[in-house]
């Protein structure tokens, strides 16, 4: 018997295995470092660091293109594709610069065009050496552009550039008036912002339908063949004008004779002549003038007389 067993006859556990030295120790793995390592691969980027990575990678081809395009000695070609490319590479600094002047009346697709206009006059004017931004140069230039198609085609009557401009601030005023109030402004709310006038505020307001016109012909889209503007647009009666005389004439001819009453309805409105008159009557044509005569000047010595207080 082992001398070593211990002497109650209970059995002792057995000794843990000894680390072979020739293999290293096995390494437990650690919680923390698992974490850290799943969170690493599952991160991506922010939106605004994917949109910086984009404005970096657009700054980098936009003067790779610039070099291109000031290089003296390339080709016509080469530098015509550079200022292509170029104009494609910034046309979404165009689009964003044409939403601010969206709902104006006029179609997003033109505001693009004309911004498009100002990006390539952007183009040709940008000097690299100056160590400005590109989109900091041509901004101005492009949203300066759009202003100048506001002003020279968007408005369909010539209005003074001062309305012009009022307009504009009314609509600024307008819309951050709106959100900060929850409702629309009143005109002089609007003159307190804007620091003028209401009278030039509803001036302002009433010139803004000088931007956009409609023609008088121009039906309803939505039912073809159907009635125009003009259709709806009054004439001018030929008889209202004389509508104050007849009234003040009418109590005049009720305190006439028969017969002179009589020959005014026949030669006025019968259109008969003094002979036909005076056929009609019995009596002779001299006699029907000089009843006509005195009649007419009786009535227009009653109309021009004062009337009794």
């Given at each position: 018997m082992d001398s070593s067993a211990p002497r109650d006859g209970s059995t002792s556990p057995p000794d843990p295995p000894q680390p072979d030295p020739v293999q290293p120790d096995p390494v437990e793995p650690d919680p923390l470092v698992e974490v850290e390592v799943e969170v690493e691969d599952d991160v991506q980027p922010t939106p605004a660091e994917a949109r910086l990575t984009r404005v970096e990678a657009t700054r980098k081809r936009s003067a790779e293109l610039f070099v291109e395009l000031r290089d003296d000695l390339g080709s016509d070609a080469t530098r015509g594709q550079a200022r292509d490319d170029l104009v494609h590479l910034h046309l979404p600094l165009v689009e964003h610069c044409a939403r601010?002047?969206?709902?104006?009346?006029?179609?997003?697709e033109d505001l693009v065009q004309v911004?498009?206009?100002?990006?390539i006059k952007s183009i040709d004017r940008f000097d690299t050496e100056r160590g400005v931004e590109f989109s900091t140069y041509a901004t101005p230039t492009i949203i300066g552009e759009i202003k100048?198609?506001?002003r020279d085609k968007g408005w369909a009557i010539r209005v003074p550039r001062r309305l012009q401009e009022l307009r504009m601030q009314i609509s600024a005023a307008s819309a951050e008036l709106t959100q900060s109030l929850g409702r629309s402004p009143t005109p002089r709310e609007l003159a307190e912002t804007i620091g003028c006038t209401v009278e030039?505020?509803?001036?302002?307001?009433?010139?803004?339908?000088?931007?956009s016109t409609l023609s008088l012909d121009a039906s309803d889209d939505?039912?073809?063949?159907?009635s125009s503007m003009l259709d709806a647009i009054g004439v001018e009666d030929e008889?209202?004008?004389?509508?104050e005389i007849r009234e003040s004439i009418k109590p005049l001819l009720e305190q006439l004779a028969p017969r002179e009453k009589r020959?005014?309805?026949l030669r006025f409105f019968k259109n008969m002549t003094q002979s036909q008159i005076a056929e009609e009557i019995g009596v002779s044509q001299m006699h029907v003038s000089r009843l006509l005569n005195r009649t007419l000047e009786q009535l227009r010595t009653s109309l021009e007389a004062p009337d009794p207080e």
């Open positions: 601010r002047f969206r709902n104006r009346g006029e179609p997003f911004g498009t206009i100002g990006l100048r198609y506001f030039d505020i509803v001036e302002g307001i009433e010139s803004s339908n000088a931007y939505s039912d073809e063949g159907g008889g209202l004008e004389h509508v020959i005014l309805l």
